[in-house]
């Protein structure tokens, strides 16, 4: 199915590790595969690791890790590896980067996001009080505050992803959602585990997304909001 592969959700003309992308279906570079794509990325690289900017008081707990030119870490973020950061990049005060991770370039971890066996694109933003756990944000991705991308079933069942009246194995226990280029979503939405959303598509706050998401939609509650004058007999 064409909503399967990663074209359907991202432009890869302009990312450096595209290569990771040669894949039948999308889903399949995430789990050992993206580990071991990060693993030969930092055997392969030479000279200073760390070119951008650590601030006093943040924390890298080993050496598995790259930080691209002009980047900054701000005090308070903690690193674990192996995690390759992208140049231009923010990781904020409180930022939990818990290993597995590759971003591009001009790329948001704020604060007391979590993001672990992730992959963001160029100009992705995870920027407040966000979980982001085995998933893909696409170019120009922005999470709300509070966006959550759960990535275990409550019975830990394998993870199937959706597409039209099929369902799909993934092989993966763990996986949470792909999420387009372009894609928007609001505060406090959730995204359930092997969640696909196409390019360009909205999510609204407070939503809980799940299945697959065709690009160039919205998705949102039907529930309304109703304001009422407050009867004068209660003040």
Do not use: W
């Not at 959730?190 to 939609?217: D, W």
């Amino acid at each position: 199915m064409d909503n399967l592969k990663p074209e359907y959700y991202f432009d890869l003309k302009n990312i450096s590790f595209k290569t990771l992308f040669e894949v039948d279906k999308v889903y399949q570079i995430l789990g050992k595969n993206l580990h071991k794509y990060i693993f030969q990325l930092l055997e392969r690289h030479i000279g200073n690791k760390i070119q951008g900017v650590v601030q006093e008081g943040a924390f890298l707990a080993d050496d598995l890790i790259i930080i691209g030119k002009n980047s900054v870490v701000e005090s308070g973020a903690y690193i674990k590896g192996p995690t390759i950061i992208g140049e231009n990049c923010q990781i904020r005060h409180g930022a939990y980067i818990r290993g597995g991770v590759i971003t591009g370039d001009n790329c948001v971890i704020g604060h007391t996001t979590e993001i672990k066996s992730s992959i963001m694109l160029n100009n992705a933003k995870a920027a407040h009080f966000a979980y982001v756990g085995d998933s893909i944000l696409g170019n120009g991705v922005n999470l709300g505050a509070g966006t959550k991308l759960a990535n275990l079933k409550i019975y830990n069942d394998e993870i199937l992803v959706t597409s039209g009246d099929y369902r799909y194995s993934t092989g993966l226990k763990k996986m949470g959602a792909i999420i387009g280029d372009g894609v928007e979503i609001g505060c406090n939405a959730t995204t359930a585990p092997g969640t696909l959303i196409g390019k360009e598509s909205r999510i609204y706050p407070n939503v809980m997304a799940f299945g697959f998401i065709p690009q160039n939609h919205i998705l949102k509650n039907k529930a309304q909001t109703e304001l009422i004058v407050i009867d004068e007999r209660r003040k």
